[in-house]
């Protein structure tokens, strides 16, 4: 035998016997059904579900090596309460509990915040959200805090404000395989994977000849890949995107049936390009791409149909983002490109319940407005987290004095750490439901052991192109005494003496009720690992939820808020100067999720720290050598992170690749000390219509270290 065949045959027998469980993968928020291979508690194997529409079989590397948090000896085994003052420089210090003792401490913090300052004055955030749902009944429902967020101004805050504005939609999908022209903006699809269907449904769209524009300040895995690189200036997409549909809309190759039956303020829009205007040649000197090429890709984007112009949120992260994201999202309204196949498609979902039932009477009346309507921020899709701070240190708009963090890490992933830590430091109930002892819950005063998605159940809404139910089971015995977010809020609720509340037993029970109205058993799930409805097109003609049901061109909502019903091209707050001559960009890897794959020894092997890329120009004027280390310097910070000298990169440009996720001080001992960590040479600039972190508002200038 080959050493190929003998290792293939060891691994077989391996596999031989095991047990097969339908279940999902959440190293990343796109959630691939698996099926998970287990013998002796532990996972022997795991590969893609063969027969769900939604990854078809297909799992990637971080997916691949995801068996490994389930035996990480770092996980977190215990509560921990913290022991130590927090303060400034002050390293977090803990003993190890009981969950007794845990859900009494939480039960009593959070009964005193309420009697003095409301339960508004306790919140949540979660990014990656594995069951936060729990938490939602317990904190919102019986509790009364109008305040239950997540991460997405961290993530795709603007995209997804532009959509809900726009088409009344929080979260369209890519019909990418039936497309004939896609143009992605600041999406790195083939690096950072939205969900591994729309990976594979770009390269088979364009195998089948679809023609594929990335506009990007960088040459990312997905630009190598396209027909055409249209390096834009960062933070200009607005501009370009605006000048794009004032060629279509001039060369009168906009679907004329389509803006008069199914678009807002089509005529309006017309007459604010002319009047601001938005011309090609008025562009070519702000996005840095030539008019001729500008006017060319509005032909082309035009004629050539099916056709879909598609954002996340390289075109957010600054202070102009807002609009920006809005105006790429017109080129597919203007068109007709709305939900029919090739298209930005509105997706459907699924009718999965909730998995308690509060009577109403039972239910808390929430008095106050939520924080990111008393922020000033009402078109804000979720907190503007970048202001939480100063709800928590000085109680604007109001006090914020519990917070509990599910499964996030602000300290390393939002922008501004000093202010982040002096936050966590300022409050009387800070909660981290995590792993690991992460940076943040370092600064918490409880962390609760949670088990990882391969020790619990969950039923949640598939990412797929379809309505889609998808089912995780616990495949493993969990780690320690950690327990999933549904047990940890049954005991708090008890605590509470809101236990009848949460009467499940077992997963099952909770299950059951989230299942009633699915087409489908829990049994059936179990064995099958999801549930798939149909995929419908052409929506748009049965009206939309936005005010006047149809896709609002002219936004109604903008103009209640007081901004521009239209958008308008601003320039980002943030510009290179002679002191700091470079600007911030970023972007991930393809071999790490965030910060949730750092500790993992396996990923970490073939891709161990992180760099900043800078253009051989700008390198060979400030001395920077490849693969040599370098300070990076901003009016707030520095950081010293090895460089990579390239030619695909803006010049005057640096992309920090994957700066949040690395550099960490906590953690388990993998992650730690690898790379540099990058939030910290970013100050807060918050998006002024979304409440969007504006990362890149950030200038730079680089020296040898
Ligand atoms: N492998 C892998 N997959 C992931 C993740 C991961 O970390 N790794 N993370 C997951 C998460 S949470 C998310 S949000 C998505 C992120 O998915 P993406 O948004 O596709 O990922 P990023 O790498 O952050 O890409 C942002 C891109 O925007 C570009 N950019 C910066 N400024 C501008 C600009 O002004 N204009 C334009 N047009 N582009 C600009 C950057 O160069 C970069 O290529 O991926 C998800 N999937
Ligand atoms: N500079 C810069 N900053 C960025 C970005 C960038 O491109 N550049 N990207 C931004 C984006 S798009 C995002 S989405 C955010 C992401 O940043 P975060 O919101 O911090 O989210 P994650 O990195 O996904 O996960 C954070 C924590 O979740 C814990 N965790 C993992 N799995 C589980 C679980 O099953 N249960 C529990 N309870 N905890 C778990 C991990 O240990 C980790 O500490 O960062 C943002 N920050
Ligand atoms: S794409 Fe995300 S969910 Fe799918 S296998 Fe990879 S890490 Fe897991
Ligand atoms: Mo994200």
């Not at 002219?554 to 308008?568: C, L, N, Q, W």
């Not at 001992?669 to 690898?674: E, I, L, P």
Request: hydrophobic letters at 35%; aromatic letters at 10%.
């Amino acid at each position: 035998m080959t050493l190929q065949e003998t290792e293939l045959a060891a691994r077989l027998a391996k596999i031989k016997g095991a047990e097969v469980i339908k279940s999902f993968c959440y190293t990343c928020p796109w959630q691939c059904p698996t099926e998970v291979f287990v013998r002796d508690g532990k996972i022997v194997y795991q590969k893609g579900n063969p027969d769900s529409p939604n990854n078809i079989g297909s799992r990637c590397a971080k997916g691949m090596a995801s068996w490994y948090v389930s035996q990480d000896p770092d996980r977190l085994k215990k509560p921990l309460l913290r022991t130590n003052e927090k303060k400034k420089g002050v390293t977090g210090e803990f003993k190890e509990i009981g969950w007794d003792e845990a859900f009494a401490f939480i039960a009593d913090k959070l009964r005193f915040i309420a009697e003095k300052w409301g339960p508004e004055a306790v919140a949540l955030t979660c990014h990656h959200d594995p069951n936060t749902i729990f938490y939602h009944h317990l904190l919102k429902d019986l509790y009364g805090s109008p305040n239950m967020y997540a991460h997405t101004s961290g993530c795709e805050q603007d995209r997804r404000a532009a959509c809900l504005t726009l088409f009344g939609h929080v979260f369209p999908m890519h019909d990418f395989v039936n497309s004939k022209y896609v143009i992605l903006w600041g999406m790195n699809n083939l690096g950072a994977n939205q969900g591994l269907w729309e990976s594979r449904a770009l390269l088979e769209a364009k195998k089948k000849g679809c023609k594929l524009v990335v506009v990007d300040p960088n040459f990312t895995e997905t630009a190598q890949k396209a027909d055409e690189w249209i390096p834009v200036q960062p933070g200009t997409d607005g501009a370009l995107a605006l000048a794009m549909c004032k060629a279509i809309i001039d060369d009168k190759l906009y679907d004329e049936d389509f803006v008069s039956k199914y678009c807002e303020g089509f005529d309006g829009f017309r007459d604010h390009l002319e009047k601001h205007g938005y011309t090609a040649e008025w562009a070519e000197p702000i996005c840095g791409v030539e008019a001729a090429t500008i006017r060319r890709l509005a032909r082309e984007f035009a004629i050539t149909k099916p056709a879909m112009s598609a954002i996340f949120k390289g075109s957010g992260y600054y202070t102009n983002g807002a609009d920006a994201g809005r105006a790429c999202y017109i080129l597919d309204a203007i068109t007709g490109e709305v939900d029919k196949p090739g298209n930005l498609y509105l997706k459907d979902w699924a009718p999965l319940g909730a998995p308690v039932s509060i009577p109403k009477k039972a239910q808390a009346k929430i008095k106050a407005d939520p924080l990111h309507v008393a922020m000033g921020y009402p078109l804000a899709p979720d907190l503007p987290n970048s202001k939480l701070p100063d709800a928590v240190i000085d109680g604007k708009p109001y006090p914020v004095k519990g917070l509990f963090v599910h499964s996030t890490n602000p300290v390393m992933s939002d922008p501004n750490r000093d202010r982040v830590i002096e936050m966590f430091h300022n409050l009387e109930l800070g909660v981290a439901c995590e792993l690991f002892l992460s940076e943040t819950a370092l600064e918490c005063d409880i962390v609760l052991p949670e088990t990882s998605f391969h020790e619990q159940a969950e039923i949640r809404q598939g990412m797929w192109l379809g309505p889609e139910v998808i089912l995780c089971q616990p495949v493993v015995p969990r780690v320690g005494a950690s327990k999933p977010p549904y047990e940890i809020v049954k005991g708090i609720a008890e605590k509470m003496g809101w236990g009848e509340h949460f009467p499940y037993e077992t997963w099952e029970d909770w299950g059951e009720l989230m299942m009633k109205d699915v087409p489908m058993s829990l049994d059936e799930l179990k064995e099958k690992g999801f549930w798939a409805g149909e995929i419908r097109y052409n929506r748009v003609p049965e009206g939309l939820p936005t005010p006047s049901g149809k896709i609002e061109i002219f936004s109604s909502e903008y103009e209640k808020a007081g901004f521009d019903p239209y958008p308008i091209y601003t320039e980002r707050s943030v510009l290179p100067d002679d002191d700091y001559p470079l600007q911030v960009t970023h972007s991930k890897f393809s071999m790490h999720c965030n910060i949730v794959t750092q500790n993992n020894p396996l990923l970490m092997e073939v891709c161990g720290e992180n760099w900043v890329e800078i253009n051989s120009v700008d390198a060979a004027k400030y001395g920077i050598r490849d693969e040599a280390m370098v300070v990076v310097e901003s009016p707030k910070d520095a950081i010293t992170i090895k460089a990579k000298v390239v030619e695909g990169l803006v010049p005057g440009c640096v992309s920090i690749r994957h700066g949040h996720g690395f550099g960490h001080w906590a953690m388990g001992q993998t992650a730690k000390g690898k790379g540099a960590h990058s939030n910290n040479l970013m100050d807060t600039h918050t998006n002024p219509i979304t409440g969007a972190n504006c990362y890149n508002e950030c200038k730079v200038r680089v020296r040898p270290a």
